[in-house]
């Protein structure tokens, strides 16, 4: 005798299938129907039964499993998960180990699917901001999943968004959180959705920023964000104007590459040794300073000096004879370095940035400190000078020397005259720039200044 | 233009376009949601809410607070002499930008870095106010991955750790000298020290909460890392053997590779050219066969030049190169064994081990599985199938067992990038 079942839910499937089993109804003997997917044509001619004696202990992983695939849109999905209780309690105990058996396989699949549908659901909700009369916020979705699958994915909404008012609609079914219980209603078409937010426009923004042109993988893409879901995502409209743009924007970021803001490196000679980096650095236009300068001015001394010295920039003076420290701050430096007992001779005294610049006012140029590009562009000199010469240790005068050398957190008034390791040696020291010292107006302070340069000086050669 | 006088909009726009060369954007990993939470969570895997045409997901705002920045890394296009236009945020303006996001499920956190200003510790400090203030006054239970900035003290790193979900240094290259040339400011034991100052905080929580003490919070999903390759000549093997360091050494979750991208204002010392996708896609894979196949990475790069091959995937390259392994039996191979047969994955190892103890599995078991038949047939030995040994012989086997065109084998490595899956 066939039994005519109408089952729409899993509650309603794991009652019946209850009754199905005390009876020892066969699977080939029933008929699942679901008025979601065909008309109920025959009454159901079942008889009641007895409340069932037989209690069947299933393994816990099949009611997971059934409550999954009960959520799929298949019409067979009743009937198949009958045949396999009856397998379960039928002999087959570890039936559902056999992941390779036809019956259990095409349940995997399905369950496969309504989680994949659940974790699309999940991701691809896009909640909009309604403000109702009390002026209290809502947020309201709308959203077409493939299964009947919102009472699976709504605990989670709830957990994640708890202290929000919300509503998810579906064609199927809807879903509302009023941050206490979730309560769920019929199914709504989409034009009852509220369309737009003031949002969007930011997180198109975002979107389109964070998409890097030199990597497009379109497939991929599709794959993971099904076209069918491009509706009711905001930011899918950008994607083809993206990727029409795609190509001219590398185009433009690789062709930026060539000549923009070079450095010094640009102009490195074959040979690094001194004689060739003075040549070279002649020519060096890395950046624009010396459009405005006399001449470069190189660093100068012993080659093979166990102590080198480094400024900041040439000053006027220096600019116009093309040696580095021979205006006043040279002069204190030389008296600095005879009370430390240290030959000028033998040491290399050079600068971070080798151009002179300045700002003029009437007649005189002032020296303007150089910015952070200019720095970097002429680093690469001060690198191959010191790469040449190998010193035993380096004095940074002032805090541009120091933070090219020492790092850009380096302050010399917190770590001025401490002996710090370095890639070019391992005693690095930093002290005051004898310009800061001339310009100290306070002549105490001037005085301790200049103490503190005479001992840093002589820490080096100790 | 006078970054105080940009709207929100441009400025997300500048400083999301600064971030998108940062390879991460995972989400996975905490364990479970912070107490007392009113928006936001974090349970499972992480969810991917939108992906770009560039088949990357976006699961996380991932922005910088800044790109003003202070050192001159030259692969970056923020360092400070480039030319890219500036912005920063305010601390308020990403909270709100990060809840706002958040409330519409448009992202599962926040994933906040930044361009040096001042100095690091100033830098590490902002990051961690924006951190805090969305978890105390915004009662905000999502995601939130911070970059830590390097020298930052311990003291801000231990901070930023109670508040983030998952902290990360980047290593940037591989090697000391590759560092040495393209971000003379920053240099491998300092990066290092940072890294095991968090594994040991890491590690300090743990502890404690094995003693059955219940520790504060710290970066409960752990650390992470990117290196961007291809920027300079070193090989695939001296790539891998420094993140294989990192995982052991350092217990990071994750290394991610980077395939060095052209960056707008690029110094002439850097490639100028598209970035080598599917040799990033190989790095990935050989990454997943020393964290979960048992491979090192001496193994797995074997061809003369050091780097993997970009023809065939490395699974089947070591299969190849070592054929006196196989065939494998599939009813009797160890773990260990079945997980070095190409075609086949960690998942099906796992599953034919649990079918084989009901089952002699068939060559049809195997397809239903949906393991890669075609590259597995030549490797393992079923209760049907039995593979003549002078087909392993022959020397055209790479060519026979390699997937069939080029077409075919771009599409396997968008997918298999995300998965991981070999």
Same mark, same amino acid.
């Given at each position: 005798?066939?039994?005519?079942?109408?089952?729409?839910?899993?509650?309603?499937?794991?009652?019946?299938?209850?009754?199905?089993?005390?009876?020892?109804?066969?699977?080939?003997?029933?008929?699942?129907?679901?008025?979601?997917?065909?008309?109920?044509?025959?009454?159901?001619?079942?008889?009641?039964?007895?409340?069932?004696?037989?209690?069947?202990?299933?393994?816990?992983?099949?009611?997971?499993?059934?409550?999954?695939?009960?959520?799929?849109?298949?019409?067979?999905?009743?009937?198949?998960?009958?045949?396999?209780?009856?397998?379960?309690?039928?002999?087959?105990?570890?039936?559902?180990?056999?992941?390779?058996?036809?019956?259990?396989?095409?349940?995997?699949?399905?369950?496969?699917?309504?989680?994949?549908?659940?974790?699309?659901?999940?991701?691809?909700?896009?909640?909009?901001?309604?403000?109702?009369?009390?002026?209290?916020?809502?947020?309201?979705?709308?959203?077409?999943?493939?299964?009947?699958?919102?009472?699976?994915?709504?605990?989670?909404?709830?957990?994640?968004?708890?202290?929000?008012?919300?509503?998810?609609?579906?064609?199927?079914?809807?879903?509302?959180?009023? !941050?206490?219980?979730? %309560?769920?209603?019929? /199914?709504?078409? +989409?034009?009852? @959705?509220?369309?737009?937010? *003031?949002? =969007?426009?930011?997180?198109?923004?975002?979107?389109?920023?964070?998409?890097?042109?030199?990597?497009?993988?379109?497939?991929?893409?599709?794959?993971?964000?099904?076209?069918?879901?491009?509706?009711?995502?905001?930011?899918?409209?950008?994607?083809?104007?993206?990727?029409?743009?795609?190509?001219?924007?590398?185009?433009?970021?690789?062709?930026?590459?060539?000549?923009?803001?070079?450095?010094?490196?640009?102009?490195?000679?074959?040979?690094?040794?001194?004689?060739?980096?003075?040549?070279?650095?002649?020519?060096?236009?890395?950046?624009?300073?010396? !459009?405005?300068?006399? %001449?470069?001015?190189? /660093?100068?001394? +012993?080659?093979? @000096?166990?102590?080198?010295? *480094?400024? =900041?920039?040439?000053?006027?003076?220096?600019?116009?004879?093309?040696?580095?420290?021979?205006?006043?701050?040279?002069?204190?430096?030389?008296?600095?370095?005879?009370?430390?007992?240290?030959?000028?001779?033998?040491?290399?005294?050079?600068?971070?940035?080798?151009?002179?610049?300045?700002?003029?006012?009437?007649?005189?140029?002032?020296?303007?400190?150089?910015?952070?590009?200019?720095?970097?562009?002429?680093?690469?000199?001060?690198?191959?000078?010191?790469?040449?010469?190998?010193?035993?240790?380096?004095?940074?005068?002032?805090?541009?020397?120091? !933070?090219?050398?020492?790092?850009?957190?380096?302050?010399?008034?917190?770590?001025?005259?401490?002996?710090?390791?370095?890639?070019?040696?391992?005693?690095?020291?930093?002290?005051?720039?004898?310009?800061?010292?001339?310009?100290?107006?306070?002549?105490?302070?001037?005085?301790?200044?200049?103490?503190?340069?005479?001992?840093?000086?002589?820490?080096?050669?100790? | 233009?006078?970054?105080?006088?940009?709207?929100?909009?441009?400025?997300?726009?500048?400083?999301?376009?600064?971030?998108?060369?940062?390879?991460?954007?995972?989400?996975?990993?905490?364990?479970?949601?912070?107490?007392?939470?009113?928006?936001?969570?974090?349970?499972?895997?992480?969810?991917?809410?939108?992906?770009?045409?560039?088949?990357?997901?976006?699961?996380?705002?991932?922005?910088?607070?800044?790109?003003?920045?202070?050192?001159?890394?030259?692969?970056?296009?923020?360092?400070?002499?480039?030319?890219?236009?500036?912005?920063?945020?305010?601390?308020?303006?990403?909270?709100?930008?990060?809840?706002?996001?958040?409330?519409?499920?448009?992202?599962?956190?926040?994933?906040?870095?930044?361009?040096?200003?001042?100095?690091?510790?100033?830098?590490?400090?902002?990051?961690?106010?924006?951190?805090?203030?969305?978890?105390?006054?915004?009662?905000?239970?999502?995601?939130?991955?911070?970059?830590?900035?390097?020298?930052?003290?311990?003291?801000?790193?231990?901070?930023?750790?109670?508040?983030?979900?998952?902290?990360?240094?980047?290593?940037?290259?591989?090697?000391?000298?590759?560092?040495?040339?393209?971000?003379?400011?920053?240099?491998?034991?300092?990066?290092?020290?940072?890294?095991?100052?968090?594994?040991?905080?890491?590690?300090?929580?743990?502890?404690?909460?094995?003693?059955?003490?219940?520790?504060?919070?710290?970066?409960?999903?752990?650390?992470?890392?990117?290196?961007?390759?291809?920027?300079?000549?070193?090989?695939?093997?001296?790539?891998?053997?420094?993140?294989?360091?990192?995982?052991?050494?350092?217990?990071?979750?994750?290394?991610?590779?980077?395939?060095?991208?052209?960056?707008?204002?690029?110094?002439?010392?850097?490639?100028?050219?598209?970035?080598?996708?599917?040799?990033?896609?190989?790095?990935?894979?050989?990454?997943?066969?020393?964290?979960?196949?048992?491979?090192?990475?001496?193994?797995?790069?074997?061809?003369?030049?050091?780097?993997?091959?970009?023809?065939?995937?490395?699974?089947?390259?070591?299969?190849?190169?070592?054929?006196?392994?196989?065939?494998?039996?599939?009813?009797?191979?160890?773990?260990?064994?079945?997980?070095?047969?190409?075609?086949?994955?960690?998942?099906?190892?796992?599953?034919?081990?649990?079918?084989?103890?009901?089952?002699?599995?068939?060559?049809?078991?195997?397809?239903?599985?949906?393991?890669?038949?075609?590259?597995?047939?030549?490797?393992?030995?079923?209760?049907?199938?039995?593979?003549?040994?002078?087909?392993?012989?022959?020397?055209?086997?790479?060519?026979?067992?390699?997937?069939?065109?080029?077409?075919?084998?771009?599409?396997?490595?968008?997918?298999?990038?995300?998965?991981?899956?070999?």
């Amino acid at each position: 005798m066939t039994h005519f079942l109408n089952i729409e839910t899993f509650d309603q499937w794991r009652t019946e299938a209850r009754l199905l089993l005390a009876q020892e109804v066969e699977p080939f003997d029933i008929n699942f129907l679901s008025s979601r997917d065909q008309p109920l044509l025959f009454a159901d001619d079942r008889q009641e039964a007895s409340p069932a004696n037989t209690t069947h202990n299933v393994p816990k992983l099949f009611l997971d499993l059934a409550r999954n695939v009960a959520c799929h849109r298949k019409a067979n999905r009743w009937e198949l998960l009958y045949r396999t209780l009856w397998r379960l309690t039928h002999g087959e105990r570890s039936l559902l180990q056999i992941t390779t058996d036809d019956d259990i396989h095409e349940l995997l699949q399905m369950q496969k699917a309504v989680k994949r549908d659940v974790h699309k659901m999940k991701a691809f909700v896009r909640f909009r901001k309604v403000e109702s009369v009390d002026e209290s916020e809502n947020y309201i979705a709308w959203h077409r999943p493939d299964h009947h699958i919102v009472r699976l994915a709504a605990p989670f909404f709830a957990r994640r968004f708890n202290g929000m008012n919300w509503t998810i609609l579906t064609p199927d079914e809807s879903v509302a959180w009023d !941050q206490h219980e979730l %309560q769920y209603g019929a /199914g709504v078409p +989409a034009s009852e @959705a509220p369309d737009g937010d *003031v949002l =969007e426009e930011l997180w198109k923004t975002y979107y389109a920023s964070i998409f890097n042109p030199a990597r497009v993988k379109v497939a991929m893409m599709k794959r993971e964000m099904p076209v069918r879901h491009w509706p009711t995502l905001p930011e899918a409209e950008l994607i083809e104007g993206l990727l029409q743009q795609a190509p001219k924007r590398v185009n433009e970021m690789i062709e930026q590459n060539e000549g923009f803001d070079r450095t010094a490196t640009h102009y490195m000679p074959q040979q690094s040794d001194l004689d060739s980096l003075r040549e070279a650095a002649k020519c060096c236009h890395a950046c624009d300073l010396h !459009q405005f300068a006399t %001449q470069m001015v190189f /660093g100068e001394g +012993a080659k093979d @000096a166990r102590i080198v010295l *480094v400024g =900041e920039q040439p000053g006027d003076r220096e600019d116009i004879e093309g040696r580095p420290f021979v205006g006043p701050a040279g002069k204190l430096l030389d008296n600095a370095l005879a009370r430390a007992g240290v030959n000028r001779n033998e040491v290399y005294i050079t600068n971070v940035v080798k151009h002179f610049k300045f700002t003029e006012r009437g007649k005189r140029r002032l020296h303007k400190k150089p910015n952070s590009r200019e720095i970097f562009a002429c680093r690469p000199w001060l690198e191959a000078e010191l790469a040449a010469i190998q010193p035993e240790a380096i004095i940074c005068l002032g805090a541009t020397p120091a !933070q090219a050398l020492l790092g850009r957190d380096f302050r010399i008034s917190k770590s001025r005259g401490q002996v710090l390791a370095t890639d070019w040696c391992k005693r690095t020291v930093a002290t005051w720039h004898p310009a800061a010292i001339l310009r100290m107006p306070d002549v105490s302070r001037r005085e301790q200044m200049e103490q503190q340069l005479v001992g840093d000086l002589r820490l080096s050669v100790a | 233009m006078v970054a105080d006088r940009m709207d929100v909009r441009e400025k997300l726009a500048i400083l999301a376009d600064a971030a998108k060369y940062d390879a991460s954007c995972a989400s996975s990993g905490s364990k479970g949601t912070r107490a007392g939470s009113k928006i936001g969570s974090t349970e499972g895997m992480g969810i991917c809410h939108s992906y770009t045409p560039d088949g990357r997901c976006v699961s996380l705002l991932k922005i910088l607070l800044t790109n003003y920045c202070i050192y001159d890394c030259q692969y970056c296009v923020n360092r400070i002499s480039s030319d890219t236009p500036r912005a920063r945020f305010t601390i308020d303006e990403v909270v709100s930008l990060t809840m706002e996001f958040y409330k519409r499920n448009y992202v599962e956190g926040l994933f906040l870095s930044s361009g040096i200003i001042q100095t690091s510790d100033y830098t590490m400090e902002q990051l961690i106010a924006v951190a805090k203030k969305l978890r105390i006054d915004h009662h905000y239970g999502g995601y939130i991955h911070l970059k830590t900035i390097p020298n930052a003290s311990q003291g801000l790193i231990d901070e930023a750790g109670g508040w983030a979900d998952r902290l990360s240094v980047n290593i940037e290259l591989p090697t000391d000298a590759d560092l040495h040339q393209l971000a003379p400011e920053k240099k491998k034991p300092q990066i290092v020290k940072a890294m095991s100052g968090i594994r040991e905080k890491i590690d300090e929580t743990k502890q404690e909460q094995a003693a059955g003490f219940k520790p504060p919070r710290f970066a409960p999903a752990g650390q992470s890392t990117q290196m961007i390759v291809g920027a300079t000549p070193t090989p695939d093997l001296d790539v891998l053997k420094t993140a294989s360091e990192l995982y052991i050494g350092q217990r990071l979750r994750r290394v991610y590779y980077s395939a060095y991208s052209p960056i707008p204002h690029a110094d002439a010392r850097l490639p100028g050219q598209s970035p080598p996708l599917i040799r990033e896609h190989r790095l990935y894979q050989a990454d997943w066969l020393m964290r979960f196949y048992g491979f090192s990475a001496d193994e797995i790069v074997a061809e003369k030049d050091h780097n993997l091959s970009l023809e065939i995937d490395p699974k089947l390259a070591w299969a190849i190169a070592n054929r006196h392994f196989f065939p494998v039996d599939i009813n009797r191979a160890s773990r260990e064994e079945l997980l070095r047969i190409p075609g086949i994955g960690v998942r099906n190892v796992k599953r034919i081990l649990s079918l084989r103890k009901h089952n002699n599995l068939r060559s049809e078991d195997l397809r239903k599985l949906r393991v890669a038949w075609n590259r597995a047939k030549v490797f393992v030995l079923t209760a049907d199938h039995n593979p003549s040994l002078a087909d392993l012989d022959k020397l055209d086997l790479a060519k026979r067992v390699k997937p069939k065109s080029q077409q075919r084998m771009l599409f396997d490595a968008a997918s298999s990038a995300a998965s991981g899956e070999v």
